[in-house]
């Protein structure tokens, strides 16, 4: 597949700063997740989103994190004022529709940030 | 919500042996079971998925069992080889729903020694 794009593939922020993850989906695809994978551990679901709506955010931090996945553009997780537990990986993943035969997720590359 | 458990955490095997992988999952309305495979520093990449109306689904020297009264799903590789050295995580998903998130276990690392 074209892929999904992450940006940056890297990211150093201190601590207090802000952190703006960005998520192209695979080309047609509408819907997109975010997921933190922290050292050495699993993928832990964070929130779903379709163009312009957020459905799911059951899983994301109720303080400094934000999600949004505007008409035009990609979608953008920001962590705000961010702290030395927030470095993680952040995948983002696309699925054209979650319905029957639709499931598949495909996963970007990842960003890893790192707050110092 | 759903909770999947994955075992082992690593898994050595010769080249050329079978490796397998055992995931349980707890809810029972959970229809879809995918396996993704991680190489380090590499983006999840899905090998293999089957859904809760199918017992067994194979795809060369990957095959995956489901058992839905059980409520377990396993990853099985047959005929080895280095480059299935990787992290293997196993999920489990309600689909269609409004979320449809997956729920991962904690990976197996599975190391292939030539």
């Known amino acids: 597949n074209a892929g999904v794009m992450q940006n940056p593939r890297h990211l150093v922020r201190r601590r207090g700063q802000e952190a703006r993850l960005r998520c192209s989906p695979v080309k047609g695809h509408s819907h997109v997740y975010w997921y933190r994978q922290l050292p050495e551990e699993g993928l832990k679901f964070m929130v779903y989103l379709q163009k312009e709506n957020i459905i799911d955010e059951s899983g994301m931090p109720k303080e400094r994190f934000s999600a949004e996945f505007p008409k035009e553009g990609p979608s953008i997780l920001r962590i705000q004022q961010v702290v030395r537990g927030d470095s993680a990986a952040y995948f983002c993943a696309s699925s054209p529709f979650p319905g029957q035969g639709q499931e598949t997720q495909y996963f970007g590359p990842g960003t890893r940030l790192l707050v110092l | 919500g759903e909770n999947v458990e994955q075992h082992p955490s690593t898994l050595s095997v010769q080249e050329g042996d079978s490796a397998v992988i055992k995931c349980t999952y707890s809810?029972?309305?959970?229809?879809?079971f995918p396996w993704y495979k991680q190489e380090l520093g590499k983006r999840p990449q899905l090998i293999i998925d089957i859904r809760s109306n199918v017992g067994e689904k194979k795809d060369q020297r990957i095959a995956v069992t489901l058992n839905k009264t059980a409520k377990h799903f396993s990853l099985h590789i047959t005929e080895t080889q280095p480059e299935d050295s990787a992290v293997y995580f196993c999920a489990a998903s309600i689909t269609p729903n409004t979320g449809n998130q997956f729920y991962f276990g904690t990976g197996t690392s599975l190391t292939v020694i030539p």
């Open positions: 809810d029972s309305a959970s229809n879809y």
